[in-house]
């Protein structure tokens, strides 16, 4: 597909579902983690995706190896990655689904606040600035607000850990050589690192398996099949196809499908001060990425 300098209705579509996705992968983490010990879940899930992307990157001829420059930064982003995903599945085992996207979806925020302070021209806007102070109050809202069914104050830091983690992912792409690797290949080393990784750390946290049942194989599987691997290859698609600000300026919408997906199908307790958190953390992750209009 031809570059397109707007998001015509093909990726309006695509975009919302992907949304979908990465929000009903929460619940579905929440789940699975009924049958697996979570730090094992996330090995497994990066394991399963390292198979699958090897094939679609053998069929579609694209190499395995990776510059000498880039390995640093490939090393920083698979550490950060491997983090990030012990910090997510622990919390989302400890704490609601709609408490912990809320806060996992704060990554804009730390990502522009490093951006402003190490990037030459990333300097923050009025807007972006509005935004992040509107998210920030949303996090603080969320925070405050210990009291709800199945809130857990280490979770809910858990999450906002992961947060940073997957802002400084972010980072390593965009200030190392990283940059200039394709997509599949930067996923591919993130993978490699935290499958070994996470699967070495997992007795730590625990039994390994919690009584599996089809459900909770059925959830493994979409997490490797529609996420780990092709969902994010899909997201990076996207970004080759339409400008990356409209594409990011979706990403509003994954901790909104997230909070209603856990009130429908987990019905976890949403009382006012978590709708209140997560209108403030989309406008304000809306605002962060939103394309400035041209003068």
Not at 223 to 252: C, D, K, N, R
Request: with cysteine.
């Amino acid at each position: 597909m031809e570059r397109k300098s707007h998001i015509d209705t093909f990726g309006a579509v695509a975009l919302v579902l992907f949304a979908v996705n990465l929000g009903f992968n929460q619940v579905v983490i929440k789940v699975s983690t009924g049958g697996f010990n979570p730090v094992f879940l996330a090995g497994l899930r990066s394991l399963g995706a390292v198979f699958l992307l090897l094939i679609w990157m053998r069929l579609r001829g694209v190499s395995l190896s990776l510059p000498r420059s880039a390995l640093m930064g490939g090393l920083a982003a698979g550490a950060f990655f491997t983090l990030e995903f012990v910090c997510l599945f622990l919390a989302l085992d400890l704490t609601t689904v709609s408490r912990a996207s809320i806060l996992l979806y704060s990554m804009p925020v730390w990502l522009g606040i490093a951006a402003h302070l190490w990037l030459p021209g990333e300097r923050l806007s009025g807007a972006r600035l509005l935004g992040m102070g509107l998210a920030m109050g949303g996090v603080a809202l969320a925070l405050s607000d210990g009291g709800v069914d199945g809130a857990n104050w280490l979770g809910d830091l858990l999450a906002l850990l992961a947060a940073f983690c997957w802002a400084g992912i972010a980072l390593c792409v965009r200030i190392t050589p990283l940059s200039k690797v394709p997509p599949a290949q930067q996923l591919m080393m993130q993978l490699i690192i935290s499958a070994p990784v996470l699967l070495l750390l997992a007795p730590l946290f625990g039994p390994l398996l919690r009584g599996v049942e089809p459900v909770h194989l059925a959830g493994l599987a979409y997490q490797i099949v529609a996420v780990a691997s092709f969902g994010f290859l899909a997201w990076f698609w996207l970004l080759t196809v339409y400008p990356a600000a409209s594409v990011a300026s979706f990403s509003f919408l994954s901790p909104v499908f997230a909070v209603l997906l856990g009130w429908l199908i987990l019905s976890e307790e949403i009382g006012l001060t978590v709708w209140l958190a997560l209108l403030l953390v989309a406008v304000g992750i809306y605002l962060i990425n939103r394309k400035p209009r041209a003068r």
